[in-house]
Structures are given as C-alpha cells and as structure tokens.
C-alpha cells in the first residue's frame, strides 16, 4: 500500500508564493507517475500538475502554466509543487495523488486515473 504525505499549503497574500510537498512511503513511490489536484469549494477536482515516474514529462493546468512547477526528487520518492504569483483563484485544497506507471512517462490528467491519494493541504490565497 502507498501512503502519502503532504506538506506546505497556508495563507498567502496575491502575488506570493507557497511550496507544497508530497513524500511517498516504501521502495515503489520510485515507481509512480505523481501529480497535485485541487478542488475549491463547489467545483469539481482538477489537475493542477502531473510529473512522470522518471521525472522527464510533466503537464499543467492552462491557468497555472508559467506559475507553478512540479518537480521530483533524485531517488523519485518527493514531488514538490512550486508555486508563484498566487492568485485569489488558486484558493483551494490541494491534493497530491499517485499512480502505478509501468514504467510509462504518460501523464494522466483525470482524477479516476489516480490509484492513491493525500489528505488534502488548505492553500488560501488573499486579496
């Protein structure tokens, strides 16, 4: 089983920026294609962005493309989700979430094609 645990989220002004952490548990987290969904209250869940098991493909959300950077660590086991220039719009929980790649550098970009998920981290972002 994998477990993931998120770090990061919080209160930030427009315009700031917020770190967001995810590590995995056990050898297999190497393994995952990794990604960070967000739902804001009322909405639907979305991806926010998705890195590869192999860290060499990643895919945004239009709204944040050129804002936000997801990353991985050397050993794969710690995505990082950096994001800048905040906006009221960002406003949301944001969830990291995993699945089994098979070695596939594909991105998934649907949240039923997600195996695993976090607990979910606040970001609230300010006027």
């Known amino acids: 089983q994998v477990q993931l645990v998120e770090s990061g989220g919080g209160l930030v002004q427009t315009g700031g920026s917020l770190r967001l952490s995810c590590a995995t548990s056990?050898?297999?987290?190497?393994?995952?294609?990794m990604a960070w969904f967000r739902q804001a209250q009322g909405k639907e869940r979305e991806l926010v962005g998705g890195?590869?098991?192999?860290?060499?493909?990643?895919d945004y959300a239009d709204s944040v493309k050129g804002r936000f950077t997801i990353s991985r660590d050397n050993a794969k086991t710690t995505v990082t989700l950096q994001m800048m220039n905040l906006k009221p719009e960002d406003t949301a929980v944001y969830y990291c979430a995993a699945r089994r790649s098979y070695y596939s550098d594909r991105v998934y970009r649907t949240a039923q094609s997600y195996d695993f998920w976090g607990q979910g981290t606040l970001v609230t972002v300010s006027l």
């Open positions: 056990g050898r297999a987290g190497r393994l995952l294609m």
């Open positions: 890195v590869s098991w192999s860290g060499d493909n990643a």
